[in-house]
């Protein structure tokens, strides 16, 4: 696990400054505080900060093949280095360390940009292949691991994150109005979008291959969630899942470094951990994330795995209280943007708490969105067929029986389109109703937003989703936007802020191929969520934890709107401040706050997006953030 940058100048005869090359990795230092190397080379400008965890004493980088013309740097783990380094030693190629990385090395000079097929694991590099000129960055198939990127005059400046580009000095900080819409509609900004105009995000599971001062994007793979389905029962469908997700934590084991894990009560972790723990033969270190609120905290209804007996292992509790709070500006710098949601907040604790133990940890982000854990499934499957009804007929039933007094909350739904795409998926996920979202927005950014709509953007058409039943296309977009731009998004840049790497065994390629086989009927069985999960696991957790419902992790940010407010937040949110930014309508945000906190409403995603924007605008806009400094 590291962090990557660099630049390839639009003259190929430039030699890139090593200094610019400092300046951009020094931002990187928390991902990688191990070492870091650099490449200047005429037409190529190449850094890394490296987090140890495979080969600790030969695998810097960047790494190069024997003659020194092609060139590595990666940030992620290739899992399946092992049986690739043996395929290509037999082809007669010479390894100079046990690094996992010199194999993408060794693939590229037999593949060239075809490699990244071959590679099982999560990353995100760069490499340089000096003979043709050309610059290719590659991420992985889910987006666990970011690149970010921008096209720029002087040439194409990439990063880890976007501190690094900003670092070189030769790509502007303008606000990105659309993220902002962004954050109210889903809650979290969408690739290919930053909160910066001039920066991009890589999209999961794609190249981006820079040659002759031009960049073109090519898709390698997409989740195979549409897949022609096999005619073996259930207990066979248990039985193969199983053997996979035992192959697949082992491989996730793969370390120089103890490694350690994320436990919740839920199923998905607490099964990833007793299958690491078959694995080792061992126990293993866990940290477990509570609330001092109560009503937030899932730890008080529900034991953790380490609690039943024979599965005894250390557990530390992480708290997040009211205090934690404080912890929002920190965690706005570390994401390099908000969410309406803050989860980054209680991610970072958990985060701080881990890396003073261990490098790695493994956990069980991706199962909910891979096998349909959300209520909002059940939601979806509740309502397809009534969607089909005329638009005035579902209205008319909707006001028959009443439901816009007794379930307010299901009446957009009932009334969004049938088809899965954009609107729909807002109408099940979003956090801001359309016409909120389009009051709390000064008039000045609204009208911005009415001229540039680019629904191009949104990464799966209607077309794309309508041979698919309602739940493949449901965690079909689930799979492509919530999960790369969401999840996996706060899960690395808060870990990576403490120096740990967070590895998602749920997230293996060939696992989701599995699944993508097996029948929908066995993901959601009634109000069972995961049920073939649940089925697979069964003899490697106690029953009470593999077949207990879902409880979603939310920070209590509602209670603590209705707290003491923090100097900051009390600030950023003044009259004088919104109408300096000028993103929100002052009026309507003194209103919502005045709302939330008298308890007529619980507006306090609306308050977190609306407070993140502000954090951003001072930490990367009018502060120093590359530097470190607001």
């Known amino acids: 696990m590291c962090g990557i940058c660099g630049f390839a100048p639009v003259d190929p005869r430039r030699t890139v400054d090593r200094a610019v090359l400092g300046r951009m990795t020094q931002t990187l230092e928390h991902r990688g505080p191990d070492g870091g190397g650099i490449l200047a080379a005429p037409g190529i400008g190449l850094g890394i900060r490296r987090l140890s965890i495979i080969d600790l004493e030969t695998g810097d980088q960047p790494i190069s093949n024997e003659d020194g013309s092609i060139a590595v740097v990666c940030n992620g783990e290739i899992y399946n280095s092992p049986e690739l380094r043996r395929e ?13 990385v010199e194999v993408v090395v060794h693939l590229f000079e037999d593949l060239g940009p075809g490699f990244v097929t071959r590679l099982r694991g999560m990353f995100g590099l760069a490499v340089w292949d000096a003979a043709s000129r050309r610059l290719v960055l590659a991420r992985d198939r889910f987006g666990i691991k970011p690149i970010v990127y921008s096209v720029a005059a002087s040439g194409l400046w990439f990063g880890s994150e976007s501190k690094a580009i900003l670092a070189g000095g030769e790509v502007g900080r303008e606000v990105e109005l659309r993220g902002i819409e962004d954050l109210l509609t889903f809650g979290y900004v969408l690739t290919p979008r930053t909160l910066f105009a001039r920066i991009r995000r890589l999209p999961p599971a794609h190249l981006l291959v820079w040659h002759d001062g031009t960049a073109a994007l090519h898709r390698y793979w997409r989740p195979p969630l549409d897949a022609e389905r096999s005619a073996i029962g259930e207990k066979e469908w248990a039985e193969a899942l199983l053997a996979k997700l035992e192959e697949t934590v082992r491989m996730h084991l793969r370390s120089d470094v103890e490694v350690g894990a994320w436990l919740s009560p839920g199923v998905d972790s607490s099964g990833v951990v007793s299958l690491a723990r078959q694995a080792l033969g061992r126990p293993l270190r866990t940290v477990t994330l509570a609330f001092s609120d109560p009503l937030a905290d899932e730890t008080r209804r529900s034991r953790t795995l380490d609690a039943y007996p024979g599965y005894e292992m250390p557990n530390e509790q992480a708290v997040c209280d009211a205090e934690s709070f404080n ?14 949601y803050a989860i980054e907040v209680p991610r970072l604790v958990l985060a701080r708490a881990s890396a003073r133990n261990v490098k790695v940890v493994v956990t069980g982000e991706g ?12 939601w979806n499957q509740r309502t397809a067929r009534f969607a089909r009804l005329p638009r005035w007929l579902r209205r008319g039933l909707v006001l028959g029986h009443l439901l816009e007094a007794r379930r307010p909350w299901a009446v957009p739904l009932l009334l969004a389109p049938a088809e899965m795409g954009r609107e729909r998926y807002r109408r099940l996920v979003g956090v801001v109703p359309a016409a909120v979202a389009g009051t709390v ?8 937003l009415e001229g540039c709509r680019e629904e191009d953007e949104w990464p799966l058409s209607v077309q794309q989703l309508r041979s698919l039943s309602s739940f493949s296309a449901l965690r079909r977009c689930e799979m492509e936007v919530r999960l790369p ?25 060939e ?14 069985r009634g109000n069972t969520e995961k049920y073939i999960l649940r089925r697979a696991l069964e003899r490697s957790l106690p029953s009470e934890i593999c077949w207990r419902p879902k409880r979603g992790m939310l920070a209590p940010f509602s209670g603590w709107w209705r707290g003491p407010l923090p100097d900051f937040a009390q600030e950023l949110l003044s009259a004088n401040r919104l109408l ?39 930490i990367f806009l009018e502060g120093d953030a590359v530097a470190g400094t607001v």
């Open 88 to 100: 290509l030693e037999a082809a007669g190629h010479r390894f100079r360390t046990r690094s996992d």
């Open 327 to 340: 912890l929002l500006p920190e965690a706005v710098r570390a994401m390099e943007e908000p969410t309406a």
């Open 367 to 378: 199962s909910d969105e891979l096998f349909g854990g959300y209520p909002y499934f059940r």
């Open 441 to 448: 927005l000064a008039p000045e950014v609204r009208h911005h």
């Open 485 to 509: 731009d969401f999840v996996l998004h706060t899960a690395d840049r808060a870990a990576m802020a403490y120096g740990l790497e967070v590895r998602v065994p749920f997230l293996d390629h």
């Open 511 to 524: 696992l989701v191929e599995l699944c993508a086989r097996i029948p929908p009927s066995l993901m959601l």
């Open 580 to 618: 300096e930014s000028g993103y929100f309508a002052p009026g309507i945000v003194a209103e919502l706050l005045r709302r939330h906190r008298s308890g007529a409403a619980d507006v306090s995603q609306v308050l977190n997006a609306v407070l993140g924007v502000q954090l951003w605008d001072t």
